[in-house]
């Protein structure tokens, strides 16, 4: 992920590459924690299937909600 981000810099704007660093800093501070293949290979979740489906289900009930109004 790092090689293919620093790649992207090139062809981006200042203020683009700044985002770019702050998201790779970000991938290098949180390493060890973001080890998705060694988790799953020891059967664990990685909480993003977890976390969109509760999503769903709260937002969902929300909008089918019998009565309910909207406002901007």
Do not use: H, P
């Not at 800093?25 to 060890?32: C, I, S, V």
């Amino acid at each position: 992920m790092e090689r293919e981000l620093t790649l992207l810099k090139s062809g981006l704007k200042e203020s683009q590459i700044k985002l770019v660093d702050s998201l790779l800093e970000y991938f290098r501070n949180n390493a060890g924690r973001l080890n998705y293949c060694d988790r799953l290979a020891a059967g664990r979740v990685i909480g993003s299937g977890l976390v969109e489906g509760a999503c769903k289900n709260l937002v969902g009930r929300r909008l089918k909600q019998t009565g309910a109004c909207w406002r901007l």
